[in-house]
C-alpha cells in the first residue's frame, strides 16, 4: 500500500514564501502522477498542481498559477509545493495524493492516495 506524508505547514505572512513536501512510500511504489489539494474551512477540497511521474507535465488552479510551482524529486519520492507571494485566501489545509498513472489530472477522484494533509495559514 503506498503512502504520501505532507510536512512543511504552518504560518506565513502574506507575500512571503512556503515550501510543502509530500513523500511516498511503500512496497508497490510504481510510477504515480502527483497533485496537491487544498480544502478551506466550510468548502469543498479544490485542485491546486499537478506534475507528472516524468515532471515534465505540470498543470495549475488558476488561483495559483504565476505564484505556485509544483516539482518532484523521484530519487527522494518527494513532491514539493513552492509557495511564492501567499495570501490570506491560501489558507487552507493542503493535501498531497498520488494516483496509479504517470499523467497528470486535476480531478479529485482521479488519485487512488491521500495524505492526512497539513495546514497553511497566511497572514495579512
Known amino acids: 500500500q503506498v503512502r504520501v506524508r505532507e510536512s512543511g505547514g504552518g504560518l506565513v505572512q502574506a507575500g512571503d514564501s512556503l515550501r510543502l513536501s509530500c513523500v511516498a512510500s511503500g512496497p508497490t511504489l510504481t510510477a504515480l502522477g502527483m497533485g496537491w489539494f487544498r480544502q478551506a474551512p466550510g468548502k469543498e477540497r479544490e485542485f491546486v498542481a499537478a506534475?507528472?511521474?516524468?515532471?515534465?507535465?505540470?498543470e495549475y488552479a488558476d488561483s495559483v498559477k504565476g505564484r505556485f510551482t509544483i516539482s518532484r524529486d523521484n530519487a527522494k519520492s518527494t513532491t514539493y509545493l513552492q509557495m511564492n507571494s501567499p495570501k490570506p485566501e491560501d489558507t487552507a489545509v493542503y493535501y498531497c495524493a498520488g494516483r496509479r498513472g504517470s499523467t497528470i489530472d486535476r480531478r479529485r477522484d482521479a488519485y487512488d492516495y491521500w495524505g492526512q494533509g497539513t495546514q497553511v495559514t497566511v497572514s495579512s
Open positions: 506534475i507528472s511521474w516524468s515532471g515534465g507535465s505540470t
